[in-house]
């Protein structure tokens, strides 16, 4: 099982899990879930913003709509290997996703030289709006995990993913380039997301409610970001503390 490419529309719960919690759930789910067709995959994501991190900066606040544009592959791509454009929006709490696949070249032609897509289709007129209206997007982080992804078996629209390794970097922003960089989460820790169509099962939010599991608000690039400003405020502080 696995999404590829095209249009969705669903809500995504995320939760921080420790090993012992992690194990716990597992076993509870182990005869209602089954890990998809990828096994453990590791995921790449280019994340756009404009140069002031607009969309970030936005996103964080928290509003009742918010947009995201990223290049997505799952391993380290080769020329000629396919890569995902992809643009996220949440309203309300729904996330709708629009997807494209193209060849990495093509798609980093587009994206970070505005080349037009070689097959235009209404998903990449979207994009070109989102393109045209900031117009000084570009590549703005690189986030990485390995995930693991399971699908109700009853209900295979139904799913939950566990991200672990979350990694942010600034430069060598580019798929290619490997997966490295900062670590988001603490040792043993994994994001949760659980992805539902509509309402979440009861016997599933028991489980949670059992288990102390308790949703989050969080955003892998968002956690990036508020690292990265961060660390500036220490190297502007260590500096002052340097030259003082």
């Known amino acids: 099982m696995g999404q590829t490419e095209g249009t969705f529309q669903r809500y995504e719960k995320k ?17 209602k879930f089954m890990v998809d067709n990828y096994g453990e995959t ?22 009742i709509y918010k947009e995201k544009l990223r290049l997505r592959s799952y391993g380290t791509p080769s020329e000629g290997d396919p890569a995902y454009v992809e643009l996220k929006k949440k309203y309300k709490g ?7 696949k193209m060849e990495l070249t093509e798609a ?7 080349k037009p897509a070689e097959k235009p289709t209404q998903i990449t007129k979207e994009i070109d709006w989102f393109l045209q209206f900031y117009q000084e997007v570009e590549p703005s982080m690189y986030i990485s995990y390995q995930r693991t992804a399971l699908y109700d078996l009853e209900q295979n629209n139904l799913r939950i993913t ?29 994001l949760m997301e659980i992805k539902i169509p509509k309402v979440m099962p009861v016997w599933l ?26 660390n500036t405020k220490y190297e502007i502080n260590k500096g002052e503390i340097l030259y003082a």
């Open 42 to 63: 590791t995921i790449c994501n280019i994340y756009f913003d404009t140069p002031n991190h607009l969309l970030i900066r936005n996103s964080v606040e928290k509003p």
């Open 15 to 31: 939760y921080i899990v420790n090993e012992e919690k992690y194990v716990l759930l597992n076993h509870c789910l182990k005869d």
């Open 162 to 190: 566990f991200d672990r390794d979350i990694f942010w970097r600034e430069k060598d922003l580019w798929l290619e380039y490997g997966s490295w960089g900062t670590p988001i989460l603490e040792e043993g820790e994994r």
């Open 205 to 230: 939010a028991h489980l949670l409610d059992v288990l102390e599991i308790y949703p989050i608000s969080f955003s892998k690039y968002g956690k990036g970001y508020q690292a990265s400003l961060e």
């Open 108 to 114: 980093e032609q587009y994206l970070y030289y505005r």
């Open 94 to 100: 729904i996330v709708y996703k629009r997807r494209v």
